[in-house]
């Protein structure tokens, strides 16, 4: 019902690429808004038969058991994760963003799966999230997991994020203002992490 003020947001394969190589890391997830508000979200994990779900102002849950964010409380000891599309990668500029916060942060996992990735930051596996590009169906249920777990997620550059908003950033609160200075240097095209060897040719370098 278009008129209606519900609306949901389903991706019934998140991490198609994964499945179609039988990599295990692949999720079914479904959000529901009322009048713009996410009020509800599940996230199923059918290879860890993990249950994600999350009521607007009821908590978030794993399987019936309640879950939160973690308290690490900065980058340099934070576990991360981020995507990258599937095509025209050559394209993306998130690669460059990669490395700086790889350089930063305690590690970095690329899963395939935003909805899983979001899941995780919701649960505390992982301190934060980032990434360019994302479809409302691709996050809807794991904004509302973030968030009623007490993280907190805005765009890349702090502001509000909406559907139309071209890049996120979701963690766990306590690292959130960093990240996103952090964040800005690179938007600023400062190069916080150098590039090794960027001036001498890989013959000369290994």
Known sequence: ?????????????????????????FCVSIGLAHAGELIAGVVFDPVRNEMFSAEKGAGAYLNNRRIR??????????????????????EDVNVYFFHQLGGKAHG????????????NVASGRLDGFWEF???????????????EAGGRYTDMRGGP??????????????????????????????????????????????
């Open 161 to 206: 994020f909406d559907f139309n908003s071209p890049h996120l950033i979701a963690d766990n609160g306590h690292l959130h203002e960093e990240f996103v200075a952090f964040v800005a240097k690179i938007f600023a095209g400062e190069i916080t992490v150098p590039i090794p060897g960027l001036h001498r040719p890989v013959q000369d370098r290994y």
């Open 133 to 147: 590009g994302l479809h409302p169906w691709d996050v809807a249920a794991g904004l509302l997991l973030v968030s």
């Open 1 to 25: 019902d278009r008129q209606s003020d519900y609306c949901w947001y389903v991706d019934p394969l998140d991490g198609t690429t994964n499945f179609a190589h039988s990599y295990p890391a």
């Open 69 to 90: 964010v973690s308290n690490v409380p900065s980058l340099g000891v934070s576990l991360l994760a981020t995507g990258f599309p599937s095509r025209k990668r050559h």
């Open 108 to 119: 970095i996992r690329r899963s395939g799966s935003a909805a899983i990735d979001l899941a």
